[in-house]
T-cell receptor
Framework: GNSVTQMEGPVTLSEEAFLTINCTYTATGYPSLFWYVQYPGEGLQLLLK???ADDKGSNKGFEATYRKETTSFHLEKGSVQVSDSAVYFCALIMDSNYQLIWGAGTKLIIKP | GAGVSQSPSNKVTEKGKDVELRCDPI?????LYWYRQRLGQGLEFLIY????????KSGLPSDRFSAERTGESVSTLTIQRTQQEDSAVYLC?????????????FGPGTRLTVL
């Protein structure tokens, strides 16, 4: 079946450090890929998405590239801020379906 | 415009009681989802409504769980005879429901605590 695996947290970094949160997927077909973010005390919100291979999603300084050859969608940011502290979820959806398949989430802690 | 709203935001109940959770989706969104998020875990799909089609109930964990949706508006998730293992955050999401536009918009959730 379809699944998403993302790196376990928490990930703790200093402000202005480079961030990578790994996400790999298993899917029969060609999914759309998403990163959602859940800030403390807030609801889940879409951070970025990519709908086909080699697409790059970007938002708020975060980027992720849909890599079909490695079935990956790693989240990156060049210089993190304390305000980026949150839980990040990688997810996929098949075009023929409607269910988002979720990773377990990665908690990111940024220290000043 | 208004986002997805859920009520109550917090619910504390005693084991064995029934609870009802409410979701108001974004106006015009035909698709509506319920998820459960246990502490420190990812989202667990519960049920999906799309327009007037029969809902996909495949994620409901037991027959104590049920959900209804009135047309393309409000949905209620009911948990009967609550158990401590039902304690979690229950999230509702809606989406336009059209092919190629499947972004889900989430409500703030209802935190359920079963004592």
């Amino acid at each position: 079946g379809n699944s998403v695996t993302q790196m376990e947290g928490p990930v703790t970094l200093s402000e202005e450090a480079f961030l990578t949160i790994n996400c790999t997927y298993t899917a029969t077909g060609y999914p759309s890929l998403f990163w959602y973010v859940q800030y403390p005390g807030e609801g889940l919100q879409l951070l970025l998405k990519a709908t086909k291979a080699d697409d790059k999603g970007s938002n708020k300084g975060f980027e992720a590239t849909y890599r079909k050859e490695t079935t990956s969608f790693h989240l990156e940011k060049g210089s993190v801020q304390v305000s980026d502290s949150a839980v990040y979820f990688c997810a996929l959806i098949m075009d023929s379906n409607y269910q988002l398949i979720w990773g377990a989430g990665t908690k990111l802690i940024i220290k000043p | 415009g208004a986002g997805v709203s859920q009520s109550p935001s917090n619910k504390v109940t005693e084991k064995g009681k029934d609870v009802e959770l409410r979701c108001d989706p974004i106006s015009g969104h035909t698709a509506l989802y319920w998820y459960r998020q246990r502490l420190g875990q990812g989202l667990e799909f519960l049920i999906y409504f799309q327009g007037n089609s029969a809902p996909d109930k495949s994620g409901l964990p037991s027959d104590r769980f049920s959900a209804e949706r009135t047309g393309e508006s409000v949905s209620t998730l009911t948990i009967q005879r609550t158990q401590q293992e039902d304690s979690a955050v229950y999230l509702c999401a809606s989406s336009p429901g059209t092919r190629g536009d499947n972004e889900q918009f989430f409500g703030p959730g209802t935190r359920l605590t079963v004592l």
